[in-house]
């Protein structure tokens, strides 16, 4: 089990929690099969330790951390955050970490940092995803994702390292990663060893495979639809069977409008979407 | 076994083996079984089986001539209206489950959506098929029976195109459909190169 604190109200949704069996084993995570079920099963024995997580680029300080590091650098507190994956399915998950702002501090971005880089670790042999195209569905490995300095640096971004009180299962990104609640889930990256703060905006995995589908900002937005289905609403997993399924309408930034919507003002989210 | 007891049989196991999969897929449906998602499991599970009864549909002609055995000609329609089954299905959950009841977003996304258009249309062209399956119509049809029903390529090209602009990344599963499809097509050159004229 892991130690931490409960975060802030401001950082704790109300809505009723996806069940855990459910958080992980519905995922998509390539590396380890492109079907839902698939990473529960082909990460059961994914090893972390060792890991090592290196940020550089644009800092002052270059940082390496270790598997250890991780949960022991920083003060873990326990989020409530909706997750809103671009499919149109949704989840309320317990996250334990840390804002990803506290990282960046330690390493001390120069001013010329404008965008942060992330990627997953590539090991066919441990992510059979990325050496069997049929498994992995033939995407371009490393995934690669990336936000603006700004976006990186919002109190809303963490990093995480656990779910429901323990530490993160392979299926759900272990050791460490990225969560962005107001942006569709495929932002929020897994497994990351490389964070980089560089000066021009990195390039993002589903942007380079379908760029008139998945922009880079991939912002929650129930007004600009995916060109193959309606993001108005969204189907909220909880728990109970086909009957229980439910509904509800989309939330602009998925409901962190009033913390995010500023980062974006003056930009036309039809275009960067 | 004479003629019809092979059809008999024949016929019963296609309907245990179309029907258990069905009454499966919604008992563990409704009981939270089919992990967390179950919306997307039946819509998949559904429009998969659709294509694959298509598919078996139309291996029965080249099979009962190939091996000489005409009598498995009755269950050909059977098998179709199975896919015709599992197709209404696959716009029932789609309907039901995932838009829940969403008319108007229904209407919205059958329109602007091309891989749900050439679905819808597929379906409407299979209701046809089915409607007129039946003995009593086919011979009040006459040759327009035929002409209608060579339609059932076209709604085979078009589940495999609805398949594969439905799915995210991983075409390699469409991809093995459409080989399948192309198979079964080429078998019928003779018969294509008979109703499409201008190919000569």
């Known amino acids: 089990a892991l130690e931490y604190q409960k975060a802030a109200a401001e950082f704790t949704a109300t809505d009723k929690l996806t069940p855990e069996d459910k958080v992980t084993h519905h995922n998509n995570f390539y590396e380890f099969g492109a079907q839902k079920s698939q990473p529960a099963e082909y990460a059961r024995n994914f090893k972390v330790d060792p890991w090592y997580l290196k940020v550089d680029g644009q800092v002052n300080n270059n940082l390496l951390l270790d598997n250890d590091d991780l949960f022991k650098q920083f003060d873990l507190e326990e989020r409530i955050y909706r997750l809103r994956c671009v499919e149109a399915w949704s989840m309320v998950i317990p996250w334990v970490g840390f804002p990803l702002a506290s990282l960046l501090k330690k390493a001390d971005p120069k001013s010329s940092a404008k965008y942060v880089a992330f990627e997953t670790l590539y090991d066919p042999k441990r992510m059979p995803g990325q050496s069997n195209r049929f498994l992995g569905g033939g995407i371009d490995y490393p995934y690669v994702e990336g936000l603006r300095m700004d976006e990186a640096m919002h109190p809303l971004t963490m990093l995480a390292v656990g779910l429901y009180g323990k530490a993160l299962p392979g299926q759900n990104g272990a050791p460490v990663r990225l969560v962005v609640p107001w942006k569709y889930g495929f932002k929020s990256i897994k497994s990351i060893v490389s964070i980089k703060l560089t000066t021009t905006e990195p390039p993002t995995t589903w942007n380079k495979l379908a760029p008139q589908e998945y922009g880079f900002y991939a912002n929650v937005n129930p007004k600009v639809d995916h060109p193959r289905w309606s993001q108005a609403s969204e189907r909220r997993i909880t728990t109970g069977g086909l009957f229980a399924s439910n509904r509800i309408a989309t939330l602009p930034f998925n409901g962190y409008a009033d913390e995010v919507a500023s980062l974006y003002k003056d930009m036309d989210l039809t275009r960067y979407y | ?200």
């Open chain 2, 1 to 200: 076994m004479t003629q019809n007891q092979k059809v008999f049989t024949l016929k019963t196991f296609i309907h245990l083996a179309a029907l258990t999969p069905v009454i499966w897929l919604y008992l563990s449906a409704f009981s939270d079984g089919l992990g967390a998602d179950p919306v997307q499991y039946v819509i998949h599970f559904t429009g998969k089986g659709a294509l694959n009864l298509l598919l078996i549909t139309l291996c029965v002609s080249p099979l009962a001539q190939k091996f000489k055995q005409g009598w498995l000609m009755q269950v050909r329609r059977l098998l179709g209206l199975y896919s015709f089954f599992y197709a209404v299905l696959h716009l029932a959950n789609f309907i039901l489950f995932d838009l829940q009841n969403n008319w108007s977003l229904f209407i919205n996304e059958v329109i602007k959506r091309p891989y749900i258009t050439i679905g819808m249309v597929a379906l409407l062209l299979l209701t046809a098929l089915s409607v007129t399956s039946f003995n009593a119509l086919r011979r009040k049809m006459g040759r327009n029976w035929q002409k209608l029903h060579n339609w059932v390529y076209v709604i085979l090209l078009l589940v495999c195109v609805h398949y594969i602009w439905s799915v995210k990344a991983n075409i390699s599963q469409p991809l093995i459909y459409f080989m399948l499809a192309f198979v079964l097509l080429a078998l019928r050159y003779k018969k294509f190169s008979r109703i499409l004229p201008s190919s000569r």
